[in-house]
């Protein structure tokens, strides 16, 4: 007997129609074996009912009901705030925090640049990167918080990637937030010097963040 041509979301084995593999499609009629899903898209397992014909050949009953999945038929795009960079994947992954997912159909997620971070889940535009304050920075890409500056640096504005130092005969101001001449009857011999007194109670002048030492 000949074999009756598999409908889309089967295929044949060269004996009888199957299902289509899973995390597969097969989108047209009288395939022999299933294709791929592309990355960037999502085949649901075809063990579960999907009532869309879009989707699936389900099986219906007298009632209009389905009954029985009858194979994925077409791959489902990931949308914007998604992405997947795998081929024959179950569902799209959700963009993590410091990054961003534009567009339909997206293999990666697109990191926040280094000196700004982000806490949106699922997010679709890079409006949700904000630069990191002054006196904080981020010198990596796909953060999701900055870092304040060590102990005798700064930054000059927002969105750093990095903190200077204070240079010699300044020190960092934490009333002021801004690197000054030393006081008068004070010295700053090196670059990072800071006002906080518990910085370094020994006042040694060679540590980084060291305050400022009296003449």
């Given amino acids: 007997l000949c074999q009756a041509p598999c409908e889309r979301g089967q295929y044949s084995d060269g004996k009888s129609c199957q299902l289509c593999a899973k995390n597969h499609q097969c989108p047209n009629d009288e395939m022999t074996a299933s294709l791929d899903c592309q990355a960037g898209y999502m085949c649901p397992n075809n063990t579960t009912i999907k009532n869309d014909p879009k989707y699936h050949q389900d099986k ?5 009901n389905a009954v029985a999945d009858g194979g994925l038929i077409k791959q489902e795009i990931c949308k914007k705030g998604t992405y997947q960079p795998n081929k024959n994947a179950d569902s799209c992954l959700n963009c993590e925090k410091g990054y961003y ?44 918080e900055c870092l304040p500056c060590p102990k005798g640096t700064w930054t000059a504005g927002d969105g750093a990637t990095s903190c200077t130092s204070c ?25 990072g010097m800071d006002d906080d007194p518990f910085t370094n109670p020994k006042n040694n002048p060679n540590e980084p963040g060291s305050a400022p030492i009296a003449c």
């Fill in 60 to 64: 219906f009953n007298d009632a209009g």
């Fill in 167 to 191: 240079p010699a005969g300044t020190f960092y101001n934490h009333t002021t937030k801004e690197c000054e001449p030393c006081h008068a009857g004070y010295y700053c011999p090196n670059a």
């Fill in 101 to 144: 997912c534009p567009n339909d159909g997206m293999t990666e997620q697109i990191p926040c640049p280094a000196g700004t971070y982000s806490t949106a889940d699922k997010a679709t535009s890079a409006t949700v990167c904000v630069k990191c304050e002054r006196n904080t920075y981020n010198p990596n890409p796909g953060a999701t």
